[in-house]
């Protein structure tokens, strides 16, 4: 899996239904297939949404991960938009079919058909809240006999198909709104990336426009073989 895909891949998510194994042990906490239903309903209901974000990567082989701090932005229908700011600064921009990868430091934008980062399109369907939870994954408690982190709900999820790279997917969310707070992703390499989402805000009213990449003057676009079949 390239760079690009753990990158784009990290962001996020769907769960499913069909996988309720262990009830919590206590009583008083939540289901595991209601939780599943308020994570899906919160993604459903929003027409937009935007965070900060702490990303710590771990390369299989390397001992010093990666830590990147930036912000992170989605609007239906099928439009992302990364803002990395630390270490380096660099842009990831989706607009339904087109991507984006501007590096400032290189005066490089990569243009190419997001169908073509097909491992990161099911994470985005998660936070668009598109499609049902119970289609790409099977879902069960992290700690069965502890459902909740620090007061959130936290779930493993496994991908149904075995084509995809991702070994599994460890996320926490807001006990109140259910939102994803929390994600880390675990590749059949070994890699790992793990997100910390802050500052949620959704319904905002993010333009369309917002998701489209100008390129700077002088900026040297290239063009991927893909994006002229």
Excluded: C
């Excluded at 490089?108 to 994954?137: K, N, T």
């Amino acid at each position: 899996m390239t760079g690009l895909g753990r990158m784009l891949s990290l962001t996020v998510f769907m769960v499913s239904t069909g996988a309720i194994l262990t009830p919590p042990a206590n009583a008083d906490e939540p289901s595991l297939a209601g939780v599943i239903q308020k994570i899906q309903a919160a993604y459903e209901a929003t027409a937009d949404w935007q965070a900060d974000f702490i990303q710590i990567t771990q390369i299989e082989g390397f001992d010093t991960p990666i830590h990147s701090k930036g912000k992170l932005y989605i609007k239906k229908p099928g439009r992302l938009r990364w803002d990395y700011l630390e270490p380096n600064r660099h842009q990831i921009m989706v607009d339904r079919e087109t991507l984006w990868i501007y590096t400032p430091e290189q005066n490089q934008v990569i243009v190419s058909p997001f169908a073509q980062v097909s491992d990161s399109q099911l994470p985005l369907h998660l936070l668009m809240g598109a499609g049902r939870l119970d289609r790409d994954f099977a879902v069960q408690w992290t700690d069965p006999a502890r459902p909740q982190s620090d007061g959130r709900p936290a779930l493993t999820l496994v991908p149904k198909d075995p084509q995809i790279s991702l070994a599994k997917l460890l996320l926490e969310v807001d006990p109140t709104r259910y939102f994803i707070t929390r994600l880390a992703l675990i590749e059949s390499n070994g890699n790992q990336s793990r997100f910390e989402f802050s500052r949620i805000r959704d319904n905002t009213g993010l333009k369309d426009r917002f998701f489209v990449f100008t390129p700077p003057k002088d900026v040297v676009v290239v063009e991927s073989p893909l994006r002229e079949r």
